[in-house]
Every structure is written in structure tokens, then in C-alpha cells.
């Protein structure tokens, strides 16, 4: 029996997965999700996802800025080929937050003021597999502590990117998959955004 194991979803391959949905209000708010997530590079070499929270403020999941062992260090982080500014990363959660100089006609990405029950819609966007941004949708499946168990497939290149409810909502940071093959089985974990705006205020108080 293979043993499966908890897999961080940065990545340094090539492809694209993407679903869509025939609504033009619903493609509309799945296209400003998308505008408002960003492709990191990680050391020159290894991608993530992030997204844009607000006054040059951006989101993403703590291992993509650092190494996770004890005495961690901080990679070098770019987006569009200019450097990012490490703000703060989260010391009990997989979430940190970055600074760089964005454009007036990104969209800042709307918290949630609940999170979805179990079996409704939750969406991800990433860069699956470092190609280009996409989305992806599937159902909530419960919450685990501080974690948001889901089924929206998330590949390589999508780990920092946001999850999201029905309504574009942000409910979560995309944080890792549990797969026995090293892609995605089904499972996918996010962590919760509460956790992230209490992290986004906090930065936004620092001098």
C-alpha cells in the first residue's frame, strides 16, 4: 500500500488546468479572482501563487517565502521580475504576507464574513504548475483545526494562491494537497483567512 503524505504545492513544472463556468456575471468574478492572483517566483527557480489583499499588500503561504524547518530563512521572492518586500509570516500558520508596488486596476480580494458549510462550493486559483493563472472548483469537505479540507484540485505552482466561496470570496490561502502519487488525489487544504486578516491588519499597523 502506498503511504500518502502531505504535499506542498509549489513547483518548477509546466502545464494548465482550468474549469469554467457559462454564467457571465459568475466568468466576470472568476476573471477578477484571476487578475488579482500572481505567479511568484521562489530563488530564481521554484513557483508559487499569490494574491493581492490591498495597499501593495499581497497574500501567500508561509513556505513559499521560507524555509519551514526551526531556524528557517527567508527566500528570495519576485513577481513580474521585481523583488518582494518579506512583511511578516505567521509563527502556528502556513500564511505570510509580502509588499510590492501594484497597479491601481487590481482588485483587492474581499474576506468572507463566514465560512462556506460543508458541501458547498469552494474554488481555488493558482498557477498550476507555474503555466498561467486558472481556478478550479470542488465542495467543501470539513474543517481540520485550523485547516479547510475541500476537493477544488490544486497542482503544482497553486501553494499561496487564495481559495475562495461561491462568491469569490476569500475563505482561505491554498496550502497543500494529500496525494499517495505526488498529483492531486481529491484532497486539498487551505488555511483559514481569518487567520490571514488577522496577519493583514497586523502588517498594516508595522512602521
Do not use: R
Given at each position: ?45 521554484g513557483s508559487g501563487s499569490a494574491f493581492y489583499l490591498g495597499n501593495n ?134 488555511a483559514k483567512s481569518h487567520h490571514l486578516k488577522e496577519l493583514f491588519e ?6
Open positions: 500500500m502506498k503511504a500518502c503524505i502531505l504535499m506542498y504545492v509549489c513547483t518548477f513544472l509546466v502545464c494548465c488546468q482550468s474549469i469554467q463556468k457559462q454564467d457571465s456575471k459568475y466568468v466576470s468574478s472568476a476573471q477578477d479572482a484571476l487578475n488579482s492572483t500572481e505567479q511568484i517566483i521562489i530563488n530564481g527557480q499588500y499581497w497574500g501567500t503561504a508561509k513556505h513559499c517565502v521560507m524555509d519551514m524547518n526551526p531556524n528557517g530563512f527567508f527566500y528570495e521572492i519576485t513577481m513580474n521580475g521585481k523583488e518582494c518586500k518579506i512583511i511578516v509570516a505567521s509563527v502556528h500558520h502556513d500564511i505570510a504576507i509580502f509588499q510590492i508596488d501594484t497597479p491601481d486596476t487590481v482588485k483587492p480580494f474581499k474576506f468572507a464574513d463566514s465560512y462556506p458549510e460543508l458541501g458547498e462550493i469552494v474554488c481555488s486559483a493558482g498557477w498550476h504548475f507555474g503555466y498561467e493563472e486558472t481556478f478550479s472548483i470542488g465542495y467543501l469537505s470539513k474543517y481540520d483545526k485550523d485547516l479547510i479540507v475541500h476537493t477544488a484540485p490544486m497542482n503544482g505552482g497553486v501553494s499561496g494562491g487564495p481559495t475562495m466561496d461561491e462568491n469569490f470570496n476569500l475563505i482561505g490561502v491554498n496550502t497543500a494537497i494529500l496525494t499517495a502519487s505526488g498529483g492531486w488525489n481529491g484532497v486539498s487544504y487551505s497586523f502588517a498594516q499597523g508595522l512602521k
